[in-house]
């Protein structure tokens, strides 16, 4: 029905920089939010950051003023720049909707997706 396809992760030596994106498609109606969580080995899984469809934006304390998300309405595409990488920012990211799909689209009802996720390793 609906896809979450995640890029761009990988290894990266601490302090460098990485772009994660993710493409939404299928029976899409409008998309509220989109946006990264990630966990970490022996973690919960914890929101990074979202983009709501009117702009605004949600940045976790941990990552403010190193991650930037961006958002492309047109494209159905969400991105998390990831600058000043840490160790602990060592996790699996995944990409995360809310979507209102064509079928439900009268009643204005969203579903949440998730994407498959991407490992990030921030390591030396």
């Known amino acids: 029905q609906v896809q979450l396809v995640e890029s761009g992760g990988g290894l990266v030596q601490p302090g460098g920089s990485l772009r994660l994106s993710c493409a939404a498609s299928?029976?899409?109606?409008?998309?509220?939010?989109m946006g990264w969580y990630r966990q970490a080995p022996g973690k919960e899984r914890e929101v990074v950051a979202e983009v709501r469809d009117d702009g605004r934006t949600t940045i976790d304390d941990s990552v403010k003023g190193r991650f930037t998300i961006s958002r492309d309405n047109a494209e159905n595409t969400v991105s998390l720049q990831m600058n000043s990488l840490k160790p602990e920012d060592t996790a699996v990211y995944f990409c995360n909707a809310i979507i209102v799909t064509q079928d439900m689209a009268a009643y204005y009802y969203g579903t949440e997706f998730w994407g498959e996720g991407t490992v990030v390793t921030v390591s030396e």
């Open positions: 299928g029976s899409i109606f409008k998309i509220v939010t």
